[in-house]
């Protein structure tokens, strides 16, 4: 693998990182009932809570 591919890689896996690190807390509290606002299947259902912290730990490690 050439150098440009390796930094590309790493920008990639890195803003993937960012937006589950955005998007993982938000799951986590639709799924704990605490962001209610609009009408969403995701509010109250405990499933996103973990899945929401899955997220934002995948992308923790991947920032890493």
Same mark, same amino acid.
């Given at each position: 693998?050439?150098?440009?591919?390796?930094?590309?890689?790493?920008?990639?896996?890195?803003?993937? !990182?960012?937006?589950?690190?955005?998007?993982?807390?938000?799951?986590?509290? #639709?799924?704990?009932? =605490? %962001?209610? /606002?609009?009408?969403?299947?995701?509010? !109250?259902?405990?499933?996103?809570?973990?899945?929401?912290?899955?997220?934002? #730990?995948?992308?923790? =490690? %991947?920032? /890493?």
């Amino acid at each position: 693998m050439s150098c440009d591919e390796e930094s590309t890689l790493r920008i990639a896996f890195r803003v993937m !990182g960012v937006l589950l690190l955005l998007m993982g807390p938000i799951w986590f509290l #639709l799924g704990a009932n =605490v %962001l209610t /606002a609009g009408n969403s299947p995701m509010i !109250g259902d405990t499933r996103w809570e973990f899945y929401g912290g899955l997220a934002a #730990l995948i992308g923790v =490690v %991947l920032r /890493a």
